[in-house]
């Protein structure tokens, strides 16, 4: 069974930092763009960022370009999501993504993606 499982969430004042992890199981998904998305209540879920196989390609959405950065590890089959200078309007449930087909470029559509995490919760207060 494939699973991606997403952690590291929580509670964190504005200008604070937290890392998120999403640790894969069930699959190797060292061949595979991965990505980052959040969803705020009431709002639609947006992309993040997202990284190709191997880390040679990177894009971010313009609201996190130079606060956050998304890196992988294929050893540990594990993404993750570096977030740094963290803004109240940064505040939603993080979910990964794992794209199976073999794109070189990273897609940004939720639609392109195949696995989903559970999701993690990451609230800043102001």
């Known amino acids: 069974q494939v699973q991606l499982v997403e952690s590291g969430g929580g509670l964190v004042q504005a200008g604070g930092s937290l890392r998120l992890s999403c640790a894969a199981s069930g699959r190797s998904f060292r061949d595979n763009a991965m990505g980052w998305f959040r969803q705020a209540p009431g709002k639609e879920r947006e992309f993040v960022a997202a990284i190709s196989w191997n880390s040679g390609l990177t894009y971010y959405t313009d609201s996190v370009k130079g606060r956050f950065t998304i890196s992988r590890d294929n050893a540990k089959n594990t993404l993750y999501l570096q977030m740094n200078s963290l803004k109240p309007e940064d505040t939603a449930v993080y979910y990964c993504?794992?794209?199976?087909?073999?794109?070189?470029?990273?897609?940004?559509?939720?639609?392109?993606?195949?696995?989903w995490g559970q999701g993690t919760q990451v609230t800043v207060s102001s």
């Open positions: 993504a794992a794209d199976l087909r073999h794109r070189v470029v990273p897609a940004r559509s939720a639609g392109e993606y195949d696995y």
